[in-house]
């Protein structure tokens, strides 16, 4: 499964500002549109791992949780990096703090000294490592060190919501998806090929159509050429969630290209074996 995929559209490296690639995980929203304050509870997550610093998304789901995907979670050293500020930097620098050591990653006091929210990541404990289609379970979620008061959280999906959304409706229905994902332009100069751009550094959005859905995945058309949506999710999106009927009802996942104007791969968050270990850490549903 790995050789079709490009891994985890949502994995961006920062490593003191500088924006890299090094894994291909998780993504950045392709077209669509700067997102404001229309998403307040999406957040931008940084943190380390033995091989750097990467960022993520993911949405704040009670005071105190905050959902992403399993591959923003599993490999994290030391602290995670948590805010909800909608524009983080229009260009370099980002504002964020480096660690005192990097090979045991942030420490609660070094962010919340950077002022902003510190939290441990976990990663489902089914979570299979994009090995099995079947059992893909990329959830994870941050629990923060103090609650968060003056943010709505978002709410996950009832259980089966998506199950009614079957083809052909499937291909009629948009889902909204969010996240500090890269931008996929042409440079101001040089080679005039589209390529990811880390800056500006903020929250988007994108409207999607669906196109597979299967019992652990929803598949959507993040094609920025397709009239019927806006883009799709790109790198740094990863864990971000994609919203429909007012609800959570998935994170991204994964992607198929490198150039994020593909097929974007979202984990359901509707079903039984995700909802079934977020309520562990108190998390209401629907």
Same mark, same amino acid.
């Given at each position: 499964?790995?050789?079709?995929?490009?891994?985890?559209?949502?994995?961006?490296a920062l490593v003191l500002?500088?924006?890299?690639?090094?894994?291909?995980?998780?993504?950045?929203?392709?077209?669509?549109?700067?997102?404001?304050?229309?998403?307040?509870?999406?957040?931008?997550?940084?943190?380390?791992?033995?091989?750097?610093?990467?960022?993520?998304?993911?949405?704040?789901?009670?005071?105190?949780?905050?959902?992403?995907?399993?591959?923003?979670?599993?490999?994290?050293?030391?602290?995670?990096?948590?805010?909800?500020?909608?524009?983080?930097?229009?260009?370099?620098?980002?504002?964020? /703090?480096?660690?005192?050591? /990097?090979?045991?990653?942030?420490?609660?006091?070094?962010?919340?000294?950077?002022?902003?929210?510190?939290?441990?990541?976990?990663?489902?404990?089914?979570?299979?490592?994009?090995?099995?289609?079947?059992?893909?379970?990329?959830?994870?979620?941050?629990?923060?060190?103090?609650?968060?008061?003056?943010?709505?959280?978002?709410?996950?999906?009832?259980?089966?919501?998506?199950?009614?959304?079957?083809?052909?409706?499937?291909?009629?229905?948009?889902?909204?998806?969010?996240?500090?994902?890269?931008?996929?332009?042409?440079?101001?100069?040089?080679?005039?090929?589209?390529?990811?751009?880390?800056?500006?550094?903020?929250?988007?959005?994108?409207?999607?159509?669906?196109?597979?859905?299967?019992?652990?995945?929803?598949?959507?058309?993040?094609?920025?050429?397709?009239?019927r949506g806006t883009g799709?999710?790109?790198?740094?999106?990863?864990?971000?969630?994609?919203?429909?009927?007012?609800?959570?009802?998935?994170?991204?996942?994964?992607?198929?290209?490198?150039?994020?104007?593909?097929?974007?791969?979202?984990?359901?968050?509707?079903?039984?074996?995700?909802?079934?270990?977020?309520?562990?850490?108190?998390?209401?549903?629907?």
């Amino acid at each position: 499964m790995r050789s079709r995929l490009v891994r985890i559209i949502g994995l961006v490296a920062l490593v003191l500002g500088l924006s890299s690639t090094a894994l291909t995980p998780a993504s950045a929203i392709t077209g669509g549109q700067p997102d404001g304050n229309l998403h307040p509870n999406v957040g931008l997550l940084l943190f380390y791992t033995p091989d750097g610093r990467f960022r993520c998304s993911g949405t704040l789901v009670s005071p105190t949780v905050v959902l992403t995907a399993a591959h923003c979670t599993v490999d994290t050293v030391g602290k995670t990096l948590v805010t909800f500020q909608s524009v983080i930097a229009e260009q370099p620098p980002s504002p964020f /703090p480096v660690a005192a050591n /990097p090979a045991t990653g942030y420490t609660q006091a070094e962010i919340e000294a950077a002022g902003y929210l510190s939290g441990t990541a976990y990663a489902h404990p089914q979570y299979s490592n994009f090995t099995d289609l079947d059992n893909w379970n990329d959830v994870g979620v941050v629990v923060l060190d103090r609650p968060v008061t003056n943010i709505t959280p978002a709410t996950i999906a009832p259980e089966g919501y998506l199950d009614a959304f079957a083809q052909p409706l499937l291909n009629k229905t948009i889902f909204t998806s969010v996240g500090y994902g890269t931008e996929v332009r042409k440079p101001e100069s040089g080679p005039q090929k589209p390529q990811p751009m880390t800056y500006p550094l903020l929250r988007r959005y994108a409207e999607e159509p669906g196109q597979k859905l299967t019992d652990q995945i929803l598949q959507v058309n993040g094609n920025i050429n397709d009239t019927r949506g806006t883009g799709g999710t790109c790198f740094g999106d990863s864990g971000g969630p994609t919203f429909h009927g007012g609800y959570v009802v998935a994170v991204t996942s994964y992607g198929y290209t490198d150039n994020c104007r593909y097929l974007g791969g979202l984990q359901r968050v509707d079903i039984a074996v995700v909802q079934d270990w977020l309520r562990t850490f108190g998390v209401t549903i629907g």
